[in-house]
């Protein structure tokens, strides 16, 4: 690969700072920025004067169309591209945009989910540019970073719910901030590093395996003899292919604008994770969905398909998401961060205290934002962390906030009552070395890092619930303090009462045990929530729905359509793959195993007639063998006909998603089985599929 000249490459593509500072006139870059930093709207002429330089930057950097780029509620992005050529009168054309078609689009928004938020007949709804994200340049078409309404104003998509979540932190935190007596900070916001992990394999297989093909994932396939059980992946050395993929991916990431930072192998074979270095969660949120299509567009272009789903293989780790989340400040304070002070350190321990109460209060909400189908197969699987949801602190942490609880001396470093009359709080340290990666939610120092979220999730669902439901815990938190006489007992007396009521979230140890779930679920009352189906209605509960109405983060009719869509989406992926799983073992599998069954027969008639004596005893054990699964196959490939055919006779979104969760999920499951104990004994030659061993070792 040639040299890069990396700071030169790196936000090439993005109308950034830079740039706005260097082509707008100094009024209008003002104007802008107040617009971005304080959420100042945006005059007409202004637009017109940015829509003019964004353009003519455009155009430099070889585009030819523009596009509102949004994310609805399918999951995926979307974009609709106009072409900025403008007819003159005379033949030839012009390039037009104007503040107008950059501030607000209306594309056709019939056909995305809106779980009947806008009826059919008023099929329009309208895009919105969201200026705190920068526009950028992919495939010749200047992107534009919008939100997506119905025209009543409801939102459709996943950026709008995101912006008033982190609207409603920054409110309340700012509330408890001024208590502090911390004057000078103007703005609070959220900040996310995601790690995302992905595998990759080979192009010709992947076309080969119909399954992959329609659904993302194997619905078929037995174990290969080596699978993840030698660790001798997770760190090791990168194959030549995917070096030069990676390598391919950062600059493609880099022109964007997007800071990746850290790859790596990780646990099982062909599977990888790229972490970038964090921003605020709203560009981290548009990051990641376009490192997320990025990544699939470079496999391509070296041969390779790159999965995001979070379980392609079934007995092999599955991929998730990271979410390293934190709150700061402008002025550039982390307030999850122990401070130096014992004065910054009561602020800090109101913050954790905020955000372990906002775990427990709304586990639910936690659990659902990262529910779908393919999730539904990693959560409590011992590969990542169980549904149940909990927090992890480290030793240090929890020694500080028992001693706070109990009124005891903490036994750490000094040893000190813990009476938070702010100036005797001891120092501790930064680092939390015990990394508990069983947790969901872990304290991992200066952040936290939430461990559910599957690997083709938006991050802007798990964000959208904890900025919310943390912003709810300030709420009350500032509400208390704001009427307190002596702020400072006040302070220790909340902290105190908030670790003894929210202890039962709070779990260090192994979250992949048995016991765990027993004392969970028996002991301490926590939900275990293991499908969507399970998961997904807990957002109708008043307490929730509540929550996310007063913080204006949702209004009771895009929460139910949301409640909705998510559960729509869970029916349908599910649906699919129980489809593609009748055509493959009637297409393919059954008259593939039939074929090798007539050679085996045929190669008994042969063998007999030249002597009676021939055992055949493999030809014959075979052939009983198969001949009894092929039947089970059968059996199971109509069980799971009529269980399909049966759903249409549910009476709504929620009897159908129990009724995939109890029979389809179940029958998909016997015939695979059946189908993969016949892969067993089957000639590889007459195998219809590339084999697991094939499509995990296939990239070098
Ligand atoms: P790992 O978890 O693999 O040990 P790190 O903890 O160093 O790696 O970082 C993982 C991710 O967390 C990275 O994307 C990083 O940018 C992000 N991160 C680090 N600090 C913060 C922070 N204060 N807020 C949010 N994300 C952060
Ligand atoms: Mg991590």
């Not at 014959?620 to 699964?629: N, V």
Request: a negative charge; aromatic letters at 8%.
């Amino acid at each position: 690969m040639e040299k890069v000249n990396v700071p030169e490459l790196f936000g090439s593509l993005v109308f950034n700072d830079r740039e706005m500072k260097a082509r707008l006139s100094k009024d209008v870059y003002k104007s802008l920025r107040k617009t971005i930093d304080e959420n100042v709207r945006l005059d007409e002429q202004v637009a017109e004067a940015v829509a003019k330089e964004m353009k003519e930057w455009a155009i430099e950097h070889g585009a030819t169309h523009f596009t509102h780029w949004f994310q609805p509620l399918t999951g995926v992005t979307a974009e609709k591209h106009d072409s900025f050529i403008e007819p003159t009168g005379d033949g030839g054309v012009l390039m037009e945009f104007s503040g107008k078609e950059l501030i607000k689009g209306e594309p056709d928004a019939s056909s995305f989910p809106s779980g009947g938020l806008r009826a059919t007949f008023e099929a329009r709804g309208y895009t919105a540019w969201d200026p705190t994200s920068y526009a950028f340049i992919k495939d010749h078409t200047l992107c534009i970073p919008t939100a997506f309404c119905s025209y009543s104003g409801e939102a459709l998509d996943k950026k709008t719910p995101l912006l008033r979540s982190m609207q409603a932190i920054n409110r309340e935190a700012l509330r408890v901030l001024r208590l502090f007596g911390n004057t000078d900070v103007k703005n609070v916001s959220t900040s996310v590093g995601p790690e995302q992990e992905y595998f990759l394999i080979d192009q010709k297989l992947f076309n080969q395996r119909t399954d992959l093909v329609y659904t993302g994932r194997t619905l078929f396939g037995c174990r290969p003899p080596k699978g993840q059980e030698m660790d001798d992946h997770y760190f090791g050395v990168i194959k030549p292919r995917v070096i030069e993929y990676m390598e391919d991916l950062n600059q493609e990431l880099w022109k964007l604008g997007i800071l990746a930072k850290t790859e790596h192998n990780e646990v099982a074979p062909a599977q990888h994770e790229l972490a970038p270095i964090y921003s605020t969660t709203n560009i981290a949120t548009d990051n990641n969905q376009l490192t997320m299509e990025i990544m699939q567009k470079v496999a391509k272009r070296h041969g390779m398909v790159c999965l995001l789903h979070e379980k392609p293989f079934a007995g092999v780790n599955g991929s998730g998401k990271h979410n390293n989340w934190s709150i700061s400040t402008n002025t550039g304070v982390n307030l999850l961060s122990p401070g130096e002070t014992p004065y910054e350190n009561a602020q800090f321990l109101l913050f954790l205290c905020a955000v372990i109460q906002a775990v427990d209060d709304y586990q639910d909400l936690l659990r659902l934002s990262v529910a779908t189908a393919g999730n539904d197969h990693r959560l409590g699987a011992n590969e990542a962390p169980p549904a149940i949801i909990s927090v992890f602190l480290g030793e240090e942490l929890t020694g500080i906030l028992n001693a706070i609880r109990d009124d005891k001396p903490y036994e750490g470093v000094e040893k000190v009552i813990m009476k938070l009359g702010v100036h005797v709080l001891p120092r501790f340290s930064r680092d939390t070395t015990d990394r508990n990666r069983t947790s969901p939610f872990a304290f991992t120092g200066n952040k936290f890092e939430f461990r559910s979220l599957g690997s083709s999730n938006s991050i802007a669902c798990a964000n959208i619930m904890l900025n919310a439901a943390v912003a709810e815990s300030l709420r009350q938190y500032a509400d208390e303090l704001e009427k307190a006489d002596d702020f400072e007992t006040s302070l220790h007396n909340l902290i105190k009462r908030v670790i003894t009521e929210h202890q039962r979230i709070l779990f260090d140890g192994n979250g992949y045990g048995e016991d765990w779930i027993k004392e969970a679920t028996e002991v301490r009352g926590l939900s275990n929530l293991k499908t969507t189906a399970d998961a997904m209605p807990k957002l109708l509960d008043p307490k929730n729905k509540e929550m996310l109405i007063r913080h204006k983060v949702f209004n009771e009719a895009e929460i139910q359509s949301r409640c909705e869509i998510m559960l729509e989406n869970y029916c349908k992926t599910v649906n699919i793959e129980g489809m593609t799983m009748v055509d493959m073992v009637r297409k393919d599998y059954l008259p593939a195993i039939e074929e090798y069954l007539y050679t085996l027969a045929r190669a008994v008639d042969s063998m007999k007639s030249v002597s009676e004596n021939v055992k055949c005893r493999y030809e014959i054990s075979t052939i009983e063998k198969l001949t009894d699964l092929t039947d089970n196959i059968l059996t199971a490939v109509e069980a799971l006909e009529e269980a399909l055919a049966a759903l249409k006779d549910c009476e709504d979104i929620f009897a159908t998603s129990e009724a995939i969760r109890d029979s389809i999920l179940p029958s998909m499951n016997t015939l695979r089985g059946y189908v993969d104990a016949a892969e067993m004994l089957t000639s590889a030659k007459y195998w219809p599929y590339p084999s697991y061993g094939k499509l995990l070792f296939s990239v070098q």
